[in-house]
Every structure is written in structure tokens, then in C-alpha cells.
Nanobody, 121 residues
Framework: QVQLVESGGGLAQPGGSLRLSCAASGSIGSVGAMGWYRQAPGKQRELVAHISTSRHITYIDSVKGRFTISRDNAKKTVYLQMNSLKPEDTAVYYC???????????????WGQGTQVTVSS
């Protein structure tokens, strides 16, 4: 069984920082692209940032210059450093990781259970 274990969420003041971590464990062989999604109350889940195995990175415009995604392939872990936090960053953040099965070319998505990030005075 593959599990994505998230940590680092919590409460921050506007302008503060948080660092999210997500580690893959279990039977996953080789982790492909990884990313962070978030879902605020009453809104659809959106992709915040993702990083490929070659470390090609994409961010949504609203977090550019404030958030940094990185990965440690040896640890099968993806990070999201969040600086200059704003109240609109408040959401549940979900980690995502992909695995491609060589035998069938099937792409499998794995999801963390989510971690709450709250930005408030």
C-alpha cells in the first residue's frame, strides 16, 4: 500500500511562513511528478504547484514569488515552502504523487489526506 504522509500545516499570521512536507511510503517503486493542491471552503480544488522528476516547476500565478516547491528523490518527499502568507492562502492542502507502471503505461495518482493551513490575524 502506498501512503502520502503530510505534515507542516497549521496557523500562521499574514506575512508569516509555513513549510509543508509530504513523504511517500509503502510499495511505490519510483515516484514521478509530485504536486500540491489546495481547496478552500466553497471552492474547487486547484493546483498550487507541481514539480516533475526533472524538477520542471509550475506555479499558479497567485503564489509566484511567495511559494517554493522542491523535492528530495531519495526520500520520496516533496516540500512546499510558503512565505508571505495571505489570508486567501487558507485552505486544505493536498499532496499528490504519480506513478507510471512500465508494464501497462498506466498512470496512478496518489493523494495525501490533506493538511489545514490557516492564515489569520
Amino acid at each position: 500500500q502506498v501512503q502520502l504522509v503530510e505534515s507542516g500545516g497549521g496557523l500562521a499570521q499574514p506575512g508569516g511562513s509555513l513549510r509543508l512536507s509530504c513523504a511517500a511510503s509503502g510499495s511505490i517503486g519510483s515516484v514521478g511528478a509530485m504536486g500540491w493542491y489546495r481547496q478552500a471552503p466553497g471552492k474547487q480544488r486547484e493546483l498550487v504547484a507541481h514539480i516533475s522528476t526533472s524538477r520542471h516547476i509550475t506555479y499558479i500565478d497567485s503564489v509566484k514569488g511567495r511559494f517554493t516547491i522542491s523535492r528530495d528523490n531519495a526520500k520520496k518527499t516533496v516540500y512546499l515552502q510558503m512565505n508571505s502568507l495571505k489570508p486567501e492562502d487558507t485552505a486544505v492542502y493536498y499532496c499528490n504523487a504519480k506513478e507510471v507502471l512500465a508494464s501497462t503505461f498506466q498512470v496512478i495518482d496518489y493523494w495525501g489526506q490533506g493538511t489545514q493551513v490557516t492564515v489569520s490575524s
